[in-house]
């Protein structure tokens, strides 16, 4: 699966575009890190502290999350050498509390989230119990992450349970979605009433009729690659995935709806409708209820080439806009993963892993200030020439700054950097509302 392979995946790119021998850059030490802007990215109208290394550490340090509370904490998960660690941030990302590991004994443990409420903080990954046995595990702290329970398996099958997400509503409900071998391949769902005390039952939402891989596509592609959801103001709940679609067989991104707390959802609607292979979406809701999907493209049914998508809806999942092409890069490029999040000015901002530049995978940003109408040019903001920069993730602070983690070897290991940065406000510019297609 993705995250088993994509090490191997990274060193086999890394050889295609002949930087296996390129010199490493170094990054400055944590405590070195100036908060004085980046000038050379002002001129792309987004401004961005210097590069902090949150886990240097001799391992592998890989697959990073984050997720931010109402007091304005940092809380960072990434997957440390296959053990699952956390950390946090009062100082807006300047400095970080000791590492807390939080999987046991036993085989490796990838892909953590993390979702916070309140003082309770959730963390989840995907653990090797055995061979053919991946299972979801589940620790939650209810002090801020000063300590967690034990790991806990809240999916517990017979077949592989992988790629899980985590999401929080209003009243406390926590929702987790994967996916799911057994008994048959499906996006699973499982709920928690009481902060994760205890869990109901999981149960299949969906189907999935894939099977196997795009000629030669990253390995996220071999999971339908769940995300899930919730609208900060009523609690809606939006789940999306990829499958196969129609005649074609072609892989699309597809998304349902809930509007009673994830006891029905709605048929499922096909929100890429790409020529060509659509998936690993991610999703978000903005704090204006718009969500947000951003997905990768396949170019040709060649290879390995992609360009990164975002859609949108504004009218609580009922229909989305049409598509647009964040990446536009040219016809040997790939732009993967890609994920959005929304301001409380309603900035939009879409991370991804690109290599368009050449050289190696850089992290970059493209950002809209007119409602997802329209995105800037691709920003480069891990800036390494040479090296390997994936796993962009965004997120926005309530005071409208916003933070971009990714995995990086400029060090030669894997190591999670972050960047902080706020994006000025240009008086030209309005806050203009993106049009959504007809739908369901």
């Known amino acids: 699966m993705r995250y088993g392979l994509r090490r191997g995946w990274v060193l086999r790119v890394a ?3 002949g930087i296996a021998g390129a010199g490493i850059v170094a990054s400055p030490p944590a405590h070195a890190q100036s908060e004085v802007p980046d000038t050379s990215v002002q001129a792309a109208a987004v401004m961005l502290t210097g590069i902090i290394n949150v886990s240097r550490s001799p391992g592998d340090s890989r697959q990073p999350y984050m997720a931010i509370d109402d007091a304005g904490t940092l809380h960072i998960v990434w997957s440390d050498s296959f053990r699952i660690v956390y950390v946090r941030s009062f100082d807006r990302g300047r400095t970080f509390t000791r590492q807390i590991r939080l999987s046991g004994a036993g ?7 993390v979702a916070v409420r309140g003082s309770a903080v959730y963390v989840i990954w995907t653990q090797d119990i055995s061979f053919h046995n991946k299972e979801i595990m589940f620790v939650r702290s209810s002090n801020r992450g000063q300590s967690f329970t034990s790991p806990r398996n809240i999916s517990n099958t017979p077949g592989d349970s992988q790629e ?12 987790v979605v994967w996916d799911e071998a057994s008994p048959h391949r499906n996006i699973a769902l499982i709920r928690s009433f009481n902060g994760g005390i205890s869990f109901e039952r999981p149960r299949a939402l969906f189907g999935v009729a894939m099977s196997g891989c795009p000629p030669d596509s990253p390995t996220g592609a071999c999971t339908p690659y769940p995300g899930v ?3 900060p103001r009523n609690g809606k709940v939006y789940v999306t995935w990829h499958d196969r679609v129609g005649a074609a067989r072609d892989f699309q991104v597809l998304f349902s709806r809930s509007l009673d707390n994830g006891a029905h959802f709605f048929p499922v609607l096909n929100i890429s409708n790409a020529p060509v292979h659509a998936h690993c979406a991610s999703v978000a809701v903005g704090r204006d209820g718009r969500i947000l999907v951003a997905y990768e493209v396949r170019k040709d049914r060649v290879d390995h080439k992609h360009d990164s998508f975002f859609a949108q809806s504004v009218n609580g999942g009922a229909s989305f806009t049409r598509p647009i092409n964040l990446a536009k890069g040219p016809s040997w490029a790939f732009s993967d993963y890609p994920y959005p999040a929304q301001g409380p000015d309603g900035t939009i901002i879409v991370g991804w892993e690109d290599n368009t530049a050449g050289g190696g995978l850089d992290a970059v940003i493209a950002v809209s200030t007119n409602g997802g109408a329209s995105f800037s040019h691709s920003q480069n903001i891990s800036n390494n020439p040479g090296s390997t920069s994936t ?7 309530k005071d409208g700054s916003f933070y971009v983690i990714w995995e990086d070897y400029a060090n030669g290991n894997g190591e999670v950097f972050l960047r902080r940065g706020v994006v000025p406000r240009r008086p030209s510019e309005g806050a203009g509302e993106a049009e959504a297609d007809s739908g369901d």
Do not use: H, K, Q, W
């Open 164 to 175: 899980g997400r985590i999401a929080v509503s209003p009243n406390g409900t926590i929702f």
């Open 107 to 113: 085989g490796a443990a990838l892909r953590p989230r």
């Open 391 to 397: 796993e962009a993730i965004t997120l926005f602070a």
């Open 15 to 17: 050889l295609i575009l």
């Open 229 to 231: 959801a919730v609208d």
